[in-house]
């Protein structure tokens, strides 16, 4: 007998609903799209559709792995890794981790949050107490090699750096996108579902959708316009849009934002004429961009990886806010608007001014931003002898090895730790190193909330799935696991449960004592005895089920009967529920010293500084390398999946036609790509979709390393870009990783052999 089921799709930010069929046994042997799902209606692309694969790929841990060191086991090697009892792994972590602390201090401990940790639940409710446990200064995350430039730019802008508006899709007459793809990648900090759909809708509307890539991809290929730009230099493409608003009198923002003289003073030297050499946009172009976007009655200028990923990233994520703003279009209909999580208490604010630089990372000295140091420099503090190295690690839910600049670097810095624990279900290029490995169930057996990217969608949605399949009973959550971990760092001997009772317990407390707070005055205890009486004995649900009945929705536990409790979200909209679009709310967000939106934060302008002596310089001739996602591939772990290593998806070298020749490259053939930091062999493609100077090559491959086990993946390897990105290169206000606009020199290695395992798993698509 077979069943349906239905959930949000765990894999990217478009939050897809699925319909899943599943047989007896718990198995999903069909994926379609939720039809009934009132934010993606039905639209799901080829990764959601093989979930049933990935969900039971037979390399899947089923259980923890204890890794023996000596007696010939090298690191490294797969057969070095046993599998143990739940007790017996987490008995391993609190000796080592307690040992560590012991010896070398809490800083000692490092902690990795990669990107699925804010996917599940169990990431946004329990990594940050993990982190808080130990009281480390050495917290990493996926996010300084991706999106801490706009988090460091809304902090400074509106006070709060998770206060990132979004393009509001469907209403736009005009959108300007910049190193966004999201026909490959789905979108990102923008949740949408079929993006692709919503990008059409705007032209079938008699709208504008113009593209800035160094590639044409498919995403400027559907778009009305699509502008070329050398890698690296969106910023100064940005700079002489503003500078064209203010030249051109065009600029149209309210009336109580803080900082438009210095503003302007920053973009006096950035005229179009004076840019078009270093970005490779011509001046007439740039001019005329920016009186459309003025003249669009709603436009909305939306920046994602390809503006952040670079040295640049904090400067380019606010002069895309910038336009916002400067073209009345912030926080209104059809511009860059606010989502409005149903989980986040209205009522809450942040009460210090943001700021960066509360301590610094001890080697390189970086600052820390959001809480975190760059990944960037992780190898560095775990290699550097002295007080305050990195002895242990704890990765969740990240694979560093294939994702951090020169990642060959870190893997051979995690080989020399004395201990490192991961929570991953595969053994993967990082996991290999760990000494215990706690795989958490697969995502039927989890259940789903999207705590971090709900605060991001282009609709005010909401939606709770609980496991499609039972767990078995020997087999910890992922929110179990991760708590376990947080009780061992905070080195009490206490249960988990306690964890999730401190954090009811305090932020009850703290919302009964809230002005404004739809349960001010109320005695915190009878709300802990109303969530409990709620029917739900998981703690991980009670706590979702408090944000909900706290947040701008929720029934104020009693305070709005009609209001939304996990119950009836999970119960009278199985499929999700559509809270209307986004709506004006600023006011609400707002948080900054001066109360105003900050236009021009001292540190951005000060930045800029680096930005007009790039103006001077003159333009490099060699070539560059970017990145490019692939529809079929999430980051560096779906390589796993038979459905998803085929086809398209190939890691190849791209580069353009006038290269190739000049080089003696055909198609086919192997060439050697190098950089400062190392070199791979790849097969080029030569195709005019890059431009000339440009190279791209995907991320996440590389899996031909021993001590892995993902099989399909070791056959369909490929190289890793991390091979040859450098770790030395950061934007220096977030600290994030530079994967774009990489120096590197391509030299022909003739004629790809036939027979070689690593050429034909490359060609593998
Ligand atoms: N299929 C698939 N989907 C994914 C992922 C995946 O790996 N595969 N990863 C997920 C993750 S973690 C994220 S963060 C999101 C990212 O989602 P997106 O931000 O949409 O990421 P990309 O598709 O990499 O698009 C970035 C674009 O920037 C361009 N670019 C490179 N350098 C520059 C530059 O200097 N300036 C400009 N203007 N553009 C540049 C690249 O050519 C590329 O087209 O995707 C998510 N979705
Ligand atoms: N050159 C280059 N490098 C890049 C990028 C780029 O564009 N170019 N993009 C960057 C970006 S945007 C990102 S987000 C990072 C990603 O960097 P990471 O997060 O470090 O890498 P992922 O490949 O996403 O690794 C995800 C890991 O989580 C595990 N996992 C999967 N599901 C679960 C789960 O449910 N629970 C747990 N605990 N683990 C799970 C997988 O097995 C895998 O080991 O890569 C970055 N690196
Ligand atoms: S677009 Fe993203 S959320 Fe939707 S099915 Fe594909 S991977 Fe899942
Ligand atoms: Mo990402």
């Not at 987490?90 to 990795?112: H, L, P, Q, S, W």
């Not at 064209?244 to 302007?264: I, K, N, Q, S, W």
């Not at 000060?606 to 002596?613: I, N, T, V, Y």
Request: proline share 9%.
């Amino acid at each position: 007998m077979s069943r349906t089921a239905h959930r949000t799709c765990p894999l990217c930010e478009a939050l897809c609903g699925l319909e899943l069929t599943l047989d007896d046994a718990g198995t999903i042997t069909a994926v379609r799209g939720d039809r009934h799902d009132p934010f993606s209606k039905g639209f799901i692309c080829p990764k959601g559709a093989t979930l049933g694969s990935l969900d039971g790929d037979p390399d899947r841990l089923p259980g923890p792995l204890r890794r023996t060191r000596g007696d010939g086991a090298a690191d490294g090697d797969d057969a070095a890794h046993v599998p143990v009892t739940w007790e017996e792994a987490f008995a391993t972590v609190r000796a080592e981790i307690g040992r560590v602390v012991e010896r070398y201090g809490k800083d000692a401990v490092a902690v990795y949050l990669g990107n699925p940790s804010a996917h599940t639940v169990a990431g946004p409710l329990y990594g940050g107490a993990v982190i808080k446990a130990l009281g480390t200064r050495n917290a990493y995350s996926a996010s300084t090699a991706d999106q801490m430039p706009k988090h460091v730019s809304c902090g400074h802008m509106f006070g709060d750096p998770l206060a990132i508006p979004v393009p509001d899709l469907d209403r736009t007459d005009h959108l300007l996108m910049l190193g966004a793809n999201p026909l490959e990648s789905n979108g990102s900090l923008c949740s949408a579902p079929d993006f692709p759909g919503r990008l059409k809708a705007i032209r079938a509307r008699g709208g504008k959708v113009v593209v800035v890539d160094p590639r044409r991809t498919r995403t400027a290929e559907l778009a009305d316009e699509h502008l070329f730009l050398r890698p690296g230099t969106d910023a100064y493409l940005l700079a002489a849009l503003v500078h064209t608003l203010f030249a051109e009198d065009l600029a149209t923002p309210p009336a109580d934002v803080a900082g438009l003289d210095d503003l302007r003073a920053v973009v006096r030297d950035f005229a179009p004429e004076r840019v078009a050499a270093v970005t490779g946009v011509p001046a007439p172009v740039i001019r005329r961009t920016a009186r459309e976007l003025a003249a669009a009655p709603a436009a909305a200028v939306y920046g994602r990886i390809g503006t952040c990923t670079q040295a640049f990233g904090t400067l380019n994520s606010w002069l895309v806010d910038v336009l916002n703003v400067l073209t009345g279009n912030l926080d209104r209909p059809g511009g860059a608007m606010f989502a409005r999580p149903a989980h986040q208490p209205a009522y809450r604010r942040r009460r210090t001014p943001y700021r960066t630089g509360r301590w610094y990372s001890r080697v390189r000295g970086l600052p820390e931003a959001n809480g975190e140091l760059p990944v960037a420099t992780l190898a560095d503090e775990i290699e550097t002898p002295g007080e305050g190295q990195i002895r242990a690690l704890i990765t969740i839910g990240g694979n560093p090895v294939l994702s951090a600049p020169n990642g060959a670097r870190l893997d051979a810095a995690l080989a020399g730790l004395e201990f490192m624990v991961s929570v991953d279900p595969y053994l993967n290029e990082t996991t290999r190193h760990a000494d215990v490995v706690l795989p958490p169930p697969p995502p039927s057996q989890a259940p789903h909330y999207d705590l971090a990217l709900l605060g991001f969608t282009v609709r005010d949605y909401v939606r709770y799935s609980p496991p499609v399949a039972p767990r078995p009973a020997d087999r910890p959550s992922e929110a179990e696991i991760l708590g376990r971990l947080a009780v061992i760092a905070s080195g009490l001997d206490a249960g988990p449960a306690a964890l999730d009772e401190m954090i009811i317990g305090d932020t009850l407390a703290k919302a009964a004592a809230a002005a404004g707070s739809p349960v001010e005055g109320r005695d915190p205890a009878e709300l802990r005895e109303a969530l409990a009486a709620a029917g739900s004995a998981d703690l991980t649900e009670q706590r979702l089920d408090m944000m909900l009945r706290l947040g701008p929705y929720g029934d104020g536990f009693g305070a709005d009967p009609a209001g939304l409790t996990l119950a009836r979200l999970r119960d009278e909209h199985p499929h999700g529920l559509d809270l209307g679009p986004l709506r004006p709310r600023l006011a609400e967000v707002l948080c900054t010293a001066s109360g105003r939106v900050e236009l021009c934060p001292p540190p951005f302008a000060a930045d800029a500084g680096r930005l007009r002596a790039g103006l001077a310089a003159p333009v490099p001739d060699g070539l560059v390398l970017i990145g490019r996602r692939q529809l079929r591939s999430n980051n560096s772990w779906l390589h796993n999946v038979p459905e998803l290593v085929r086809g398209s998806n190939r890691c190849t070298l791209q580069l353009h036609p006038a290269d190739a020749d000049r080089l003696g490259v055909a198609a086919g053939d192997r060439v050697r790509l190098s950089s400062r930091t190392g070199s791979v062999e790849a097969v080029a493609e030569p195709t005019d979709t890059v431009m000339p100077g440009v190279v791209s090559l995907p991320h996440g491959w590389g899996h031909d390393r021993p001590g892995t086990r993902t099989r399909v993946a070791a056959a369909a390897a490929g190289v890793s870009a991390n091979a040859v990105t450098d770790e030395q290169e950061v934007d220096p206000l977030s600290g994030n990783a530079v994967f774009n606009g990489v120096p590197v020199t391509v030299e022909p290695l003739g004629a790809a052999a036939p027979a070689p395992v690593r050429a034909a798993a490359e060609s593998t698509g």
